[in-house]
């Protein structure tokens, strides 16, 4: 089975600095990588996703996120935190489950705060 | 383009009881999702419909729990009798089709079951 893994539960970051949040992927064959958010009391909102291709992959509201298959890593990074930025983030790895179809497996998220 | 909709938003009940959540996804998307997200972890897929067909219910704890779409696109998810440990957000999403790996997930509001 396929998994991702992020490590820390919780990131702070102060307001304009640059922010990362980390996730690594264990896949047997090509991965398929996404980043969701979650706000308080609403569902998750796609933000990014790698198939194929550049391994800088650019999303939603400035994220971006960069593919690093020798580190078997998929990290969410942005410029510039905002306050607005707080909520929790979630990676996900695309698999085949069979029957032609493909399912999402998330890791456990990481709650993101920006301090103003 | 109207979201997934999911209903009730909240719900309070005893162990033992019996809980229904109901689920429309958008319009037009043949697979619907429904996820459990136990409070500090991502979302755990129960079961995953492409039509009024499941493709996957391997993780749906058979014993108590039950869904069906039986028109191919409301759905409704039970759990009877419920437990302690159901204590959960329970997520609806929906894609267009499971088939293909570039179909996003959209994902409803969720409902918050609390078990007493």
């Known amino acids: 089975a396929q998994s991702v893994a992020q490590p820390e539960d919780q990131v702070n970051v102060a307001e304009g600095n640059p922010l990362t949040v980390k996730c690594t992927y264990s896949?047997?064959?090509?991965?398929?990588l996404f980043w969701y958010v979650q706000y308080p009391n609403r569902g998750l909102q796609f933000l990014l996703k790698y198939i194929t291709g550049d391994n800088l992959v650019k999303g939603s509201y400035g994220f971006e996120a960069e593919f690093n298959k020798s580190q078997t890593s998929f990290h969410l990074k942005k410029p510039s935190a905002l306050v607005s930025d707080s909520a929790l983030y979630f990676c996900?790895?695309?698999?085949?489950?069979?029957?032609?179809?493909?399912?999402?497996?998330f890791g456990k998220g990481t709650k993101l705060s920006v301090i103003p | 383009e109207a979201g997934v909709a999911q209903s009730p938003r909240y719900k309070i009940i005893e162990k033992r009881q019996s809980v229904a959540f109901w689920c429309n996804p958008i319009?037009?998307?043949?697979?619907l999702y429904w996820y459990q997200q136990i409070l500090g972890q991502g979302p755990k897929l129960l079961i995953q419909f492409q039509n009024n067909g499941v493709v996957d219910d391997s993780q749906l704890p058979k014993d108590r729990f039950s869904a069906e779409r039986l028109k191919g696109v409301d759905s409704t998810l039970k759990i009877q009798p419920a437990k302690l440990e159901d204590s959960a957000v329970y997520l609806c999403?929906?894609?267009?089709?499971?088939?293909?790996?570039?179909?996003?997930?959209?994902f409803g509001p969720g409902t918050r079951l609390t078990v007493l």
């Open positions: 319009s037009g998307h043949a697979t």
């Open positions: 996900a790895v695309r698999e085949y489950s069979g029957a032609g179809s493909y399912q999402l497996t």
């Open positions: 999403a929906s894609s267009l089709t499971s088939g293909s790996l570039y179909n996003e997930q959209f």
């Open positions: 896949v047997s064959g090509n991965p398929y």
